[in-house]
Each structure stands twice: as structure tokens, then as C-alpha cells.
């Protein structure tokens, strides 16, 4: 399981650095939005925006606000536990 992020609003040292608590994760500096335009199921500029892709890449969850911890360690554990 791996976490990135895709900044698109704050400058890019907030973007390389960003954190969640005590998670860490590398974050994309995309202002434009091209990263984003790859998942074609999600809204344009819905920020923020949580997705979990699944094990073929594709999205399975996808957050149109702000989510809490246990919301978003509940939808990922409920996804692994899924078989391919």
C-alpha cells in the first residue's frame, strides 16, 4: 500500500512536505491539474479530494471532503480485504 498526494493549490515546498498527522507521504506539485485529469470519474477541482484506487488502478472510493482517520482506515481495510 503506498499514499501520494497531488497538490494543485499550495506552493511546491508545501506540496514536497506534506503530512497527515504521523503519515508522511510524497506529494505531486500539479498546479495545472494534469494528474488529476487522468481519473475522469472525479469532479475537476473538488478540493479536497481523497481516491483509493484498487489493486487494478481503477477508482474505488473517492472522498469529496475532508475525511477523518478512522473514515479513511476503514475504506482501506475494507478494500484490501477484497480479493482481485
Do not use: C, W
Not at 51 to 74: H, K, N, T, W, Y
Amino acid at each position: 500500500m503506498a499514499f501520494l498526494g497531488v497538490n494543485t493549490q499550495d506552493g511546491k515546498d508545501a506540496a514536497s512536505a506534506f503530512s497527515h498527522g504521523t503519515l508522511t507521504y510524497p506529494s505531486l506539485f500539479d498546479p495545472p491539474g494534469r494528474t488529476v485529469l487522468q481519473f475522469r470519474q472525479m469532479p475537476p477541482k473538488t478540493l479536497p479530494t481523497t481516491v483509493i484506487l484498487d489493486r487494478a488502478g481503477r477508482i474505488a472510493v473517492m472522498f469529496s471532503r475532508p475525511v477523518l482517520q478512522p473514515e479513511l482506515e476503514q475504506a482501506v481495510v475494507q478494500l484490501a480485504a477484497e480479493s482481485d
